[in-house]
């Protein structure tokens, strides 16, 4: 499991119970104004991070895909809100910008599944999450921090992870 860089963070899950783990691990570093940016192919394990990543936030609400919705949102007790967003059916940056992503921002993290649809679009400081389908049970992430803050949650989850900053 090499560390490409201090901004790169690359390893195999091995299983979809992992992939919720990690997710877990970096939904309880996640504040508002987050950008998660995800990118997969279909069954690739997005919605499954995300499920982890809303688990460890603190999510009330069971999360599901919101491929026909666009955006799910969900709470905690404490009445913060967390936003999933899906934009496969997105067709265009433009219709991508009706989508107000600076309010969802300023109210809570923002992770959006698809999300090299809206990248002309999105804010350039995020974390940037590819996974791939390697096999049955084995899926390839890369996370990628672009940005301050995004630098420190790769460190954080990376400690989280293996006990190395």
């Known amino acids: 499991m090499p560390i490409l860089d201090e901004h790169t963070l690359d390893f195999v899950s091995k299983s979809p119970e992992q992939t919720r783990r990690i997710g877990i691990r970096l939904g309880g570093l996640l504040q508002a104004g987050d950008l998660i940016c995800l990118q997969g192919d279909l069954g690739a394990g997005k919605t499954t991070l995300v499920?982890?990543?809303?688990?460890?936030?603190?999510?009330?609400?069971?999360?599901?895909?919101?491929?026909?919705?666009?955006?799910?949102?969900?709470?905690?007790?404490?009445n913060t809100q967390f936003f999933h967003m899906d934009a496969y059916r997105v067709d265009s940056a433009p219709e991508g910008?009706?989508?107000?992503?600076?309010?969802?921002?300023?109210?809570?993290?923002?992770?959006i599944e698809w999300a090299?649809?809206?990248?002309?679009?999105?804010?350039?400081?995020?974390?940037?999450?590819?996974?791939?389908h390697v096999s049955e049970e084995h899926r390839q992430m890369r996370v990628v921090a672009h940005g301050k803050r995004y630098d420190a949650l790769v460190s954080e989850l990376r400690q989280s992870m293996f006990g190395v900053a």
């Open 51 to 78: 499920q982890g990543m809303a688990q460890g936030w603190g999510a009330l609400d069971l999360v599901s895909s919101p491929t026909f919705v666009l955006v799910n949102v969900y709470r905690r007790a404490d």
């Open 97 to 111: 910008e009706e989508l107000d992503l600076v309010t969802m921002l300023n109210a809570g993290p923002l992770l």
């Open 116 to 132: 090299e649809r809206l990248q002309k679009i999105l804010p350039r400081e995020n974390l940037w999450i590819s996974l791939e």
